[in-house]
C-alpha cells in the first residue's frame, strides 16, 4: 500500500484517552472510514500502557491516517466510499512541538525467533526501538541504567 502512488493523508486527531477507550471494539466509522479497534498494535497500548517501556515517553496523540492515491482528493476518496481503511499513528512529545512516533517493539526480537503474540509485543517510542535494534530485553534496559544521565541526549541525536 505504501507505493509512491499513495500519500498518506491524516484525517484527525484524537487523545490518547478517547481512542485507547474503543479498543476491543470490532470497529468504529470515522465518517465512512472504518477504522478497525481490535488490532494488535491497539490492543498492546491497551493493556501494557501508551509508555516507551525503556524512555518512559507518554503517548499523547492518535493520528487517523488513510493511504490515498495520489492523483484523488479526500474528498473524492470519501464521495467514492473507496478507502474505507484508516488506521492510527501514534506519537508522544518529548518536548514541545516536537513529535516522536510510537512503534511495537519484539521484546525478543524477531531476529532470535521471537513471534508477534501480544505477549512479545511492547509499546516504545522509534527512537528507543532503533537504538535496541535486537538486543536482548534486559540488556538493553540495564544499557540505559548504564547511560541514564546522557539517554535523553543520545535519543536527541
Ligand atoms: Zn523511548
Same mark, same amino acid.
Given at each position: 500500500?505504501?507505493?509512491?502512488? /499513495? ?7 484524537f487523545?490518547?484517552?478517547?481512542i ?15 477504522i /478497525?479497534?481490535?488490532s494488535?498494535k491497539l ?19 492518535f493520528k487517523l491516517c ?20 484508516a488506521f492510527f499513528n501514534i ?67
Amino acid at each position: 500500500m505504501k507505493s509512491k502512488n /499513495y500519500k498518506k493523508i491524516i484525517l484527525a486527531e484524537f487523545p490518547v484517552d478517547i481512542i485507547l477507550n474503543l479498543v476491543e471494539k470490532r470497529h468504529v466509522y470515522f465518517g465512512k472510514f472504518r477504522i /478497525y479497534m481490535n488490532s494488535i498494535k491497539l490492543c498492546v497500548f491497551k493493556e501494557k500502557n501508551a509508555i516507551c517501556q525503556f524512555c518512559k515517553l507518554r503517548a499523547t496523540i492518535f493520528k487517523l491516517c488513510v493511504f490515498l492515491p495520489k492523483d484523488i482528493s479526500i474528498k473524492e476518496a470519501i464521495e467514492m466510499q473507496n478507502f474505507k481503511h484508516a488506521f492510527f499513528n501514534i506519537y508522544g512529545e518529548p518536548q514541545r512541538s516536537t513529535e516522536r512516533e510510537f512503534t511495537l517493539d519484539h521484546i525478543v526480537a524477531r531476529a532470535n525467533k521471537g513471534t508477534n503474540d501480544i505477549s512479545n509485543l511492547q509499546p516504545t517510542c522509534a527512537k528507543c526501538n532503533n537504538l535496541k535494534g535486537a538486543i536482548d530485553n534486559m540488556r538493553f534496559k540495564k544499557m540505559i541504567i548504564g547511560v541514564t544521565k546522557n539517554y535523553e541526549l543520545v535519543l536527541k541525536k
